[in-house]
């Protein structure tokens, strides 16, 4: 049965007697609707009335129409406004612009903009990669989506998408203090993505693809990977793909099994099934079977898509060639990524003993958690009402810090597998147990040992293509000359 949310907060504003009576009635009214009362607060006071904030967590839009109507049944009582706190928040966007530098004075106008900015620009000019040490670019994410895939919703379009990439911004923000942009982009042709974001890319240190729907997300990160010189990271596909391996790790601690001995059923082959299968391999899975919509992918089949013929190339060695449901008999591991409700309790309980089960689909998972948690040893879904919360914001926050302070230029598999490796050694061994296989995604832990994995990885991939490290950090810029010897600046 469907529980009260903090996605459905919602104040009534309501006009009562002056009482405590009636005070009671309200918040009685309001509980025995269903709502969770969280607040009640006197907005205005009389001899004769009150003007009462009653806030509450309801289940859906319905569920708010239902306690309004409750409390203005009421006997004396009117309900004066009702204030949805989700759209509240929304209200003129939730991310802004602000300077770092003072602008008080001439002085300060005169460096940070005109005649002063003429300087640093021809810099830049003379040395192109300065523009990674003297501008945003060195700290700057762009956020890219066509909004044709949103979790949850589908093709929305670039305008609804919108506040998903703000909350993106934020999160960037919030959790690595990188400053990341939403670009949602009007169109949803491929060859037209790429050129804009290529033309967009001289003002970012990166790019965030994210919500592109399959298979034009694939083909649209491998291009802008090859063609530009600034990691391109789609999160729909690695972000989960990380998020996943660090909680198998995990996981797989607590049931004391082995990936390379374990068998793991993957449903869903689109782009986070994809990504997820190749990172567990460069870990060290070795008996992995995909299914898709028609079944098991295996080698004999023909695959078109490039991306279902690696699959089918590279797992399911035996053969396999029946449904999931059959496929998940003597299974140690499950992840879904695909559709919500396709399983049963009875399905998980064929699975080994010990198993593992991972129902990622949002908002409804594969199979009901409570229902495989009667068989299975451990329980992860996407929800935030369950324990174990596969939450991307665990992975790319602390992924783009590393590779922005390294100055990187691509990310490789290997910088995402360290990445999963720095998320699991978050939970200590005196922390974990089958409800507690991955941090919380307030714990500032995880983006510090992401940020310095990533770091590590990427400063030794660059020094070992012969690049320099583009050291980026506070201290560096501060001793750092502001211009270079091909600008004229004496040292």
């Not at 300087?119 to 003379?126: G, L, N, S, T, Y």
Request: with cysteine; net charge negative.
């Amino acid at each position: 049965m469907p529980v009260p949310s903090p996605s459905y907060t919602v104040t009534l504003r309501v006009e009562a007697p002056a009482s405590q009576v009636a005070t009671s009635l309200l918040v009685a009214a309001v509980a025995d609707a269903g709502a969770a009362v969280v607040g009640v607060d006197i907005a205005h006071s009389s001899s004769t009335r009150l003007t009462v904030d009653i806030t509450c967590d309801t289940v859906d839009g319905a569920h708010m129409e239902r306690v309004e109507q409750a409390i203005n049944a009421l006997d004396d009582v009117t309900v004066l406004k009702v204030s949805d706190s989700t759209f509240l928040m929304h209200l003129g966007g939730k991310i802004e612009v602000t300077t770092k530098v003072p602008l008080k004075t001439r002085r300060d106008l005169s460096r940070a903009y005109t005649p002063g900015v003429a300087r640093v620009c021809q810099a830049i000019a003379a040395r192109p990669e300065d523009a990674r040490r003297l501008t945003i670019k060195r700290n700057a994410v762009a956020v890219v989506t066509d909004g044709t895939a949103v979790l949850g919703l589908g093709d929305i379009g670039p305008a609804a998408a919108l506040p998903v990439m703000e909350g993106k911004a934020a999160l960037f923000k919030e959790f690595a203090n990188v400053d990341a942009w939403p670009v949602c982009l009007d169109t949803t042709d491929v060859e037209e993505i790429i050129a804009i974001v290529k033309a967009l890319a001289p003002v970012y240190g990166g790019v965030n693809l994210e919500d592109i729907s399959a298979p034009r997300c694939f083909e649209i990160e491998q291009r802008l990977r090859e063609e530009l010189d600034i990691p391109v990271f789609h999160d729909d596909q690695h972000g989960t793909a990380i998020v996943v391996l660090a909680a198998l790790i995990n996981a797989l601690k607590v049931v004391r099994k082995r990936l390379e001995d374990v068998r793991i059923v993957v449903s869903g082959v689109g782009a986070a099934g994809s990504a997820i299968i190749r990172l567990l391999e460069a870990q060290g899975a070795r008996h992995i079977i995909g299914f898709g919509r028609n079944g098991a992918l295996r080698r004999e089949q023909v695959e078109e898509d490039p991306y279902r013929r690696w699959i089918a190339e590279h797992t399911n060695e035996e053969g396999f060639a029946g449904s999931l449901q059959q496929g998940l008999a003597g299974a140690d591991v499950f992840i879904g990524v695909s559709a919500g409700d396709i399983l049963t309790g009875d399905d998980i309980a064929q699975m080994a003993d010990d198993a593992v089960v991972f129902a990622l689909a949002n908002p409804t998972p594969e199979v009901d958690p409570v229902e495989a948690g009667r068989t299975a040893a451990v329980v992860a879904t996407g929800r935030s009402d369950y324990p174990n919360q596969i939450n991307n914001v665990l992975a790319f926050p602390g992924l783009f810090r590393g590779l922005l302070d390294a100055g990187a230029r691509d990310i490789t598999e290997e910088m995402m597998r360290v990445a999963a490796v720095a998320i699991a050694e978050v939970v200590g061994e005196d922390e974990l147990n089958a409800a507690f296989i991955i941090p919380g995604v307030f714990d500032h832990r995880v983006a510090e040992s992401v940020t310095a994995a990533v770091r590590r990885e990427a400063v030794k991939e660059l020094q070992a293509r012969g690049h320099d490290h583009a050291d980026v950090s506070e201290d560096h810029l501060a001793v750092a000359p502001p211009e270079t010897r091909a600008a004229g600046e004496r040292r």
